[in-house]
């Protein structure tokens, strides 16, 4: 399975800042999708932004956007504008080609946990 | 509303004694699975089936049986839960076999195994 990697356990940023989350995963394939799923303290996990390999260009949704740099295999998140509804657990997530050994899993990363300070 | 449904969201039981967490659907989705989330480890994957009848296993299957007779659902079977088994618990669904379909969530079940 493919390794996604978040060297950040714990990140914090104040209100109106901007904060970078970073993503790296390790993997062979040319055809994959990335995604930013954000967990608050409900548990439940909310899509945030996604990713195609195959498109150069960075994928934004309003405050959020990554940096995906494909050679380097790494996919950051910037939360622009920062604000206290932002806190929460945050998950960065490598979904494959269908193959016969893992179907469409989605690999994880062990999560970012952001703190908004007023 | 479309959503991913879980019940029961928290159950404390004790070893051995079988339990179900069952998983509804109402998006029609082919694609359903199910993950475990422990504190470090971030969500693994435990079951997934492709669509009615086809299901296989996860990273981390041992202890765990599914089912997916109707496509709307997919029970999670503990036959002789463990207290390893303590964790929070996802299902979740996606639409057809395009991979950058984003996996819809359910809220979750958290279970402890005493």
């Known amino acids: 399975a493919q390794t996604v990697t978040q060297s950040q356990p714990e990140m914090s940023v104040q209100e109106a800042e901007t904060v970078t989350l970073s993503c790296t995963y390790d993997t062979s394939e040319s055809d994959y999708y990335l995604f930013w799923y954000k967990q608050p303290p409900s548990r439940q996990m909310i899509l945030v932004i996604r990713?195609?390999?195959?498109?150069?260009q960075n994928a934004t949704e309003n405050r959020f956007s990554v940096n995906f740099q494909k050679a380097a295999k790494s996919f950051s998140l910037k939360i622009s504008d920062s604000q206290l509804g932002d806190a929460a657990m945050y998950f960065c997530a490598y979904r494959s080609a269908p193959r016969r050994d893992s179907g469409y899993a989605l690999n994880f990363g062990k999560g970012t946990s952001l703190l908004v300070t007023p | 509303e479309a959503q991913v449904t879980q019940n029961p969201r928290y159950l404390i039981t004790v070893t051995g004694k079988k339990l179900t967490v069952t998983c509804s659907q109402n998006m029609n989705h082919e694609y359903m699975s199910w993950y475990r989330q422990d504190p470090g480890l971030g969500l693994r994957q435990i079951y997934y089936s492709m669509n009615v009848e086809v299901t296989d296993k996860g990273d981390v299957p041992e202890g765990y049986k599914v089912s997916r007779k109707e496509k709307r659902n997919f029970p999670l079977i503990l036959e002789s839960p463990s207290p390893n088994q303590t964790s929070l618990y996802f299902c979740?669904?996606?639409?057809?076999?395009?991979?950058?379909?984003?996996?819809?969530f359910g809220d979750g079940t958290r279970l402890s195994i005493l």
């Open positions: 979740a669904s996606s639409v057809g076999q395009g991979i950058n379909q984003p996996q819809h």
């Open positions: 990713q195609e390999a195959y498109k150069q």
